[in-house]
């Protein structure tokens, strides 16, 4: 975009055919995917998600050049079959939060982030970018 500032975009599917344990199904939700809803809160044979972020590094703050922010939103669905992917049952998920340069040379963030969703809200500690 600018100097300092990225548009991130993300469109992310997964997809299984057989008997699939639970545990391995794809899932939706966590701090990578659908950041809002805790890990794993939507699961099934498959998976489409997109998210897109907005970053920038550092605000203009007078003491620090090491403390930037991110505004981000994604939306995304589980489905058993094609035939059951349907628009209506995509979720949504939006928020924003702070990040902290860490190592400068080696663009290494620690993120403090908090998501809004239909079903409340989650707030993120984590280093390293979401995606």
Known sequence: MRKNQVLAMQVLGQFTMGSVPFNQLPQLGGPNLMRGYYQGRFRDNNHLASQIEYRFLPLPLGFSKRIGAAVFASTGTVFSSA??????????????????????????FVLADYALTREGGGFYLYIGEAF
């Open 83 to 108: 035939e059951n992917l349907r628009w209506r049952d995509f979720r949504g998920a939006a928020g924003a939060g702070l990040r902290f340069l860490l190592f400068p040379k080696k663009d290494i």
